[in-house]
């Protein structure tokens, strides 16, 4: 057998240079921090992998989760071949290579293969549809990793496929844990005698997005540009872990899955009265540099549908607010977005107007059009009094209470039920509405 001692150390320079994140790679899950409801005694994947029937999954969730990980644990643990692609990089010659290779592996070795595509939603509907036969035959086992919401970026006879298993971003226990298994391993730091104080480790892993990859290359920036002190031991604090992280990024994407829910976390906490948690999400999509527009229409949407009538200048100072972020954008526009928050927060609230329009709307699309009585048609026409148009109206200003009573719809129904609350009391006191107090 020829040895390749030019490959073989390559690969020895590429290892010994490789980012600590690399280094620390667990190989199996008992050194796997993280996903516990996955990989835990009982797990999907801990089942999966001890009954050698791995189906093919995509792994969605937020970077440095254990993605890539897993799915090289799994064609560890499974003794499955492992081949890995880009959906950045790769085409379909690259699809039908790797799944030729698989078919003959299959066929001459009874040997399995997993494929690892990373990124997958960055492939187009042809390259996912050239993934199909392959996967529905059984010649490879697809793993796919997004940090896409799958159900909006995979195809749907792809996805039909496979099993979508979300990860979920690292706790600070786990990352502690991470982070101690790189002090101590040989294969990390533990030849720097690396002693981290407790502040410094909690501000590195409250501050590392439940992404494990920024905390262990924040971690060695720190130990590697620091000098042992006379005791041969490496003394991280606080001052040097905030010099070696990068600024907290919002994970955010503008047509993504966390804008979306940040958006709904947003409207439900305006609409449920919490002043504190709506200056939150607020916050995080300032932060995230959000269309500053898209949260004042939000706003704008929650004055009309969640406070209503139970505090009609809500909707003013809502439109307002948009009007004046439109004229003065940022950094000042988040102080009148801020003012519009905290009102529509702390506003009594009432969907009434709401609830009666679509009630309304949805008569007119599931039942018969009533006919318009007599005395409320069109009378502008010459000859329309003939035709009886008009005839029978009573004018309401011409009574001394301006209501008169009197039919304005055939088999009147209610759509409206006001509210006792705000505002909105003056009207459920009214004695000429019929109300419904909740």
């Given at each position: 057998?020829?040895?390749?001692?030019?490959?073989?150390?390559?690969?020895?320079?590429?290892?010994?240079?490789?980012?600590?994140?690399?280094?620390?790679?667990?190989?199996?899950?008992?050194?796997?921090?993280?996903?516990?409801?996955?990989?835990?005694?009982?797990?999907?994947?801990?089942?999966?992998?001890?009954?050698?029937?791995?189906?093919?999954?995509?792994?969605?969730?937020?970077?440095?989760?254990?993605?890539?990980?897993?799915?090289?644990?799994?064609?560890?643990?499974?003794?499955?071949?492992?081949?890995?692609?880009?959906?950045?990089?790769?085409?379909?010659?690259?699809?039908?290579?790797?799944?030729?290779?698989?078919?003959?592996?299959?066929?001459?070795?009874?040997?399995?293969?997993?494929?690892?595509?990373?990124?997958?939603?960055?492939?187009?509907?042809?390259?996912?549809?050239?993934?199909?036969?392959?996967?529905?035959?059984?010649?490879?086992?697809?793993?796919?990793?997004?940090?896409?919401?799958?159900?909006?970026?995979?195809?749907?006879?792809?996805?039909?496929?496979?099993?979508?298993?979300?990860?979920?971003?690292?706790?600070?226990?786990?990352?502690?844990?991470?982070?101690?298994?790189?002090?101590?391993?040989?294969?990390?730091?533990?030849?720097?005698?690396?002693?981290?104080?407790?502040?410094?480790?909690?501000?590195?892993?409250?501050?590392?997005?439940?992404?494990?990859?920024?905390?262990?290359?924040?971690?060695?920036?720190?130990?590697?540009?620091?000098?042992?002190?006379?005791?041969?031991?490496?003394?991280?604090?606080?001052?040097?872990?905030?010099?070696?992280?990068?600024?907290?990024?919002?994970?955010?994407?503008?047509?993504?899955?966390?804008?979306?829910?940040?958006?709904?976390?947003?409207?439900?906490?305006?609409?449920?009265?919490?002043?504190?948690?709506?200056?939150?999400?607020?916050?995080?999509?300032?932060?995230?540099?959000?269309?500053?527009?898209?949260?004042?229409?939000?706003?704008?949407?929650?004055?009309?549908?969640?406070?209503?009538?139970?505090?009609?200048?809500?909707?003013?100072?809502?439109?307002?607010?948009?009007?004046?972020?439109?004229?003065?954008?940022?950094?000042?526009?988040?102080?009148?977005?801020?003012?519009?928050?905290?009102?529509?927060?702390?506003?009594?609230?009432?969907?009434?107007?709401?609830?009666?329009?679509?009630?309304?709307?949805?008569?007119?699309?599931?039942?018969?059009?009533?006919?318009?009585?007599?005395?409320?048609?069109?009378?502008?026409?010459?000859?329309?009094?003939?035709?009886?148009?008009?005839?029978?109206?009573?004018?309401p200003h011409n009574s001394p209470s301006g209501y008169v009573k009197q039919e304005y719809m055939p088999e009147k129904k209610q759509y409206y039920k006001a509210i006792n609350r705000g505002y909105e009391k003056k009207i459920y006191d009214d004695p000429n509405f019929t109300k419904d107090n909740i």
């Amino acid at each position: 057998m020829t040895i390749d001692f030019f490959s073989y150390d390559l690969e020895e320079k590429v290892l010994k240079n490789a980012p600590l994140a690399d280094k620390m790679r667990p190989d199996s899950l008992v050194d796997f921090f993280g996903q516990e409801d996955l990989v835990g005694e009982g797990g999907f994947l801990n089942r999966a992998i001890k009954s050698d029937r791995i189906p093919s999954m995509i792994f969605y969730g937020p970077p440095g989760t254990g993605k890539t990980t897993l799915a090289r644990i799994i064609a560890k643990s499974t003794k499955k071949y492992f081949e890995e692609l880009s959906a950045v990089t790769s085409g379909i010659q690259d699809i039908k290579r790797v799944s030729k290779d698989a078919e003959n592996r299959l066929t001459l070795d009874d040997l399995r293969t997993i494929l690892f595509i990373d990124e997958i939603h960055r492939f187009n509907k042809s390259q996912q549809d050239a993934l199909l036969p392959f996967v529905e035959k059984g010649i490879l086992t697809l793993i796919g990793a997004t940090t896409e919401n799958p159900f909006f970026e995979v195809n749907k006879a792809l996805l039909s496929r496979m099993t979508i298993l979300e990860l979920n971003a690292l706790t600070k226990e786990d990352l502690s844990k991470i982070v101690e298994r790189a002090i101590k391993d040989e294969k990390g730091l533990a030849d720097y005698n690396v002693v981290i104080e407790d502040d410094a480790l909690e501000y590195l892993v409250g501050n590392s997005s439940g992404d494990a990859r920024t905390c262990l290359n924040a971690l060695e920036i720190a130990v590697r540009s620091e000098k042992r002190n006379n005791e041969g031991k490496t003394l991280i604090n606080l001052d040097i872990i905030k010099n070696s992280i990068q600024v907290k990024k919002v994970r955010f994407d503008s047509n993504g899955d966390e804008h979306y829910d940040t958006a709904s976390a947003f409207i439900k906490s305006m609409r449920g009265s919490d002043v504190d948690a709506s200056l939150y999400w607020l916050a995080k999509m300032i932060e995230a540099g959000e269309d500053l527009l898209f949260i004042a229409r939000r706003i704008i949407i929650t004055a009309a549908e969640d406070i209503g009538l139970a505090d009609p200048y809500a909707l003013t100072l809502a439109v307002s607010t948009f009007q004046a972020v439109h004229a003065i954008g940022m950094p000042e526009g988040r102080i009148p977005l801020a003012e519009a928050v905290i009102y529509m927060a702390t506003a009594p609230k009432s969907n009434s107007a709401y609830i009666a329009i679509e009630n309304a709307i949805a008569d007119i699309k599931n039942e018969e059009i009533r006919k318009i009585p007599n005395h409320l048609q069109d009378t502008h026409y010459r000859g329309s009094s003939s035709l009886g148009r008009g005839e029978g109206y009573l004018y309401p200003h011409n009574s001394p209470s301006g209501y008169v009573k009197q039919e304005y719809m055939p088999e009147k129904k209610q759509y409206y039920k006001a509210i006792n609350r705000g505002y909105e009391k003056k009207i459920y006191d009214d004695p000429n509405f019929t109300k419904d107090n909740i």
